[in-house]
């Protein structure tokens, strides 16, 4: 593992070399893994600098009358303290600052920061959990479903906050910065935006809809990832579906999913099986949408013990690793916004058939 430098220069986020991935994924021909670096790596990380361009990733399938692709919408509430528009460029995908709208959550989350320790208010500098009502009827009706789109742009620049150490079934820090495209397109913002996507689509079918965070900004951090692993019980989701990107070798492209192993830590007991089946939903969504298994592994199931947020769930929960922003390919489509609506479109239809079954 290479550790990473952030270096804060005119509020301006700059990260050094350091290890290419959000996964630290297993290697290839392990089907499994429970790796000493997890989503929420031991250290923040970013892209390396260097990569060799391979073909683009397989075209979509025909997604039907699914929603198109349109970008995330000026927000209609007030504009959040500070921008994350000095981190990225307008060429290398959009940097949403805030959700369209929304509720406040109907449980305030808390979260346990000891071992033993009580359920405490989640801090003012997080971003805010979000919930959004239904939009139309369909075969979502009455179900409530959390996403965590994964990190947060200004974790970069809170590094103190971030590296500290809380309990999740063990001990690990809060955060990391996730990965980013060679252009520097962080991870956190794509994800965010794919929630958005995603979220449109959820309503539309009759879903209520819950988010660990509503904005993407560099003066907020996390929230960090015991808070994320206990949102989806407290506000009474059937499921949680963690969103995030690879920083995989180069030479790989594709998806991939991870779910916590039964480990015997936390609160794996109660959910690893379902956890399977719901990753198993996702994959085939993935798949329906026209996204290939991860090139560079054995396994589109990765079965992982060292991941915070699925120890403390409560909730069936599955991190599905939409696609390599370090393969030139795959990171066209995290880029595009017809891309990003493509991964929505395809998370959306492994939870359709995730739903179908419970």
């Known amino acids: ?30 089907a499994s893994m429970a790796g000493p670096a997890g989503l929420e790596s031991s250290s923040l990380s970013s892209p390396s600098l260097s990569s060799s361009p391979l073909p683009s990733a397989s075209a979509s399938a025909t997604i039907g009358s699914l ?52 359920y405490v208010a989640w801090p ?12 139309g009827s369909g075969k979502l009706n009455g179900m409530v479903i959390a996403l965590d789109p994964g990190h947060d742009v200004g974790n970069g620049a809170h590094t103190s906050q971030v590296n500290k150490n809380y309990w999740v079934g063990f001990t690990k820090i809060c955060n990391t910065t996730g990965t980013a495209t060679n252009s520097g397109y962080a991870e956190a913002s794509y994800t965010f935006d794919v929630a958005a ?20 900004t560099l003066d907020s951090y996390g929230p960090c990832i015991g808070a994320r692993g206990a949102f989806g ?17 180069a030479a ?63 909730v069936p929960i599955v991190t599905v690793e939409t696609l390599n922003m370090r393969n030139s390919g795959d990171a066209s489509v995290a880029t595009s916004s017809t891309g990003r609506q493509r991964v929505a479109n395809a998370l959306y239809l492994g939870i359709l058939r995730y739903a179908a079954g419970i």
């Open 1 to 30: 593992m290479h550790r990473s430098r952030v270096i804060v220069a005119a509020g301006v986020v700059v990260m050094a070399l350091a290890l290419p991935a959000c996964a630290s994924s297993a290697p290839a021909g392990a």
């Open 67 to 118: 929603a198109a692709s349109s970008p995330v919408s000026t927000p209609t509430a007030p504009t959040p303290r500070g921008s994350a528009s000095t981190s990225t460029g307008p060429a290398k995908g959009p940097v949403p600052l805030k959700t369209e709208g929304g509720l406040p959550v109907l449980v305030a989350p808390t979260w346990q920061m000891a071992k033993n320790g009580p």
């Open 124 to 135: 003012n500098a997080w971003p805010r959990p979000v919930r959004f009502l239904p939009t």
């Open 197 to 216: 996507r995603l979220r449109r689509l959820l309503t539309k079918a009759g879903a209520t809809v819950v988010l660990t965070r509503d904005r993407n």
């Open 233 to 249: 019980k407290q506000q009474h989701a059937k499921f949680m579906v963690q969103i995030h990107a690879d920083g995989g070798p």
């Open 252 to 314: 790989g492209h594709g998806f991939h999913t991870i779910v916590p192993a039964n480990s015997g830590r936390g609160n794996t007991a109660l959910t690893w099986r379902q956890d399977q089946v719901l990753a198993k939903a996702m994959i085939a969504g993935m798949k329906s949408g026209g996204f290939t298994p991860a090139t560079y592994l054995s396994s589109p199931m990765q079965v992982r013990s060292d991941q915070g947020a699925m120890t403390v769930s409560q």
